[in-house]
């Protein structure tokens, strides 16, 4: 089946540094990626979504110069972080989504998420 | 912009318990995924429906999918501390722009002991 794969899994880092995440699809091609932010116990909130080898198109909220959103390649995304701050501090999640019918859940796979806490 | 009520948001049930979780829009959608997510990890499809009025099952999962493709539900029988987890309605609408999903706000379910 489809695969994902997201890293890192968890990282910590200091305020003011940027950290990046990466999503690659290991099985099929990712014609778009959506990344989401997640808080304990609470639903996804979407971010932004991107299409390969274009600008990425953010949700109304999420500032584009802080979520750097980079995805040059079909089975590579990436979300930066950039001067982190604690209340960055998040459950970080990647969902790729296929050529429509190509894939037998419509399209979309996640990512395992990324754990960040900025200290 | 679509909405999906997804309730109760909260369940705390022992085990052998019934239950059912909902979800509800005044959207239509061309189809609704029902994913599971356990701590520190990401979602996991569990079904997706598309035709309204559909009924899918999953062992001792009922996902059912309204006529009007506005709604939704999960039925679980017999529910098992296995079942524990954060379970999230998200619904497409292909009409719309990258297919983006629209999500509930989830419903932590505890089954105990």
């Known amino acids: 089946g489809a695969v994902v794969s997201q890293h890192p899994s968890r990282v910590i880092c200091k305020s003011g540094t940027s950290v990046k995440i990466e999503c690659r699809s290991l099985?099929?091609?990712?014609?778009?990626m959506f990344w989401y932010r997640q808080f304990p116990k609470q639903s996804l909130m979407l971010m932004a979504t991107?299409?390969?080898?274009?600008?990425?198109?953010?949700e109304q909220g999420v500032e584009k110069d802080k979520f750097l959103i980079n995805h040059a390649s079909l089975t590579l995304s990436t979300l930066t972080v950039t001067s982190a701050h604690p209340e960055d501090s998040s459950f970080y999640i990647c969902?790729?989504?296929?050529?429509?019918?190509?894939?037998?859940?419509?399209?979309?796979?996640f990512g395992s998420g990324t754990r960040l806490t900025v200290v | 912009t679509q909405l999906l009520e997804q309730s109760p948001q909260f369940l705390s049930i022992q085990e052998g318990e019934n239950l059912t979780v909902y979800c509800n829009s005044s959207?239509?959608?061309?189809?609704l995924q029902w994913y599971r997510q356990e701590p520190g990890e990401g979602p996991v499809l569990l079904v997706t429906?598309?035709?309204?009025?559909e009924v899918k099952k999953l062992k001792r999962l009922t996902f059912q999918f309204g006529d009007a493709r506005k709604d939704s539900s999960l039925h679980i029988t017999a529910a098992q501390p296995g079942d524990t987890g954060l379970y999230l309605c998200?619904?497409?609408?292909?009409?719309?722009?990258?297919?983006?999903?629209?999500f509930g706000k989830g419903t932590l379910l505890t089954v105990n002991p």
């Open positions: 969902s790729a989504r296929g050529k429509q019918g190509t894939l037998l859940n419509y399209g979309y796979t």
């Open positions: 099985d099929f091609q990712a014609t778009t």
């Open positions: 991107s299409n390969e080898g274009s600008k990425a198109t953010y």
């Open positions: 959207s239509v959608f061309s189809s």
């Open positions: 429906v598309v035709t309204g009025g």
């Open positions: 998200a619904g497409q609408n292909s009409g719309g722009s990258n297919y983006k999903l629209t």
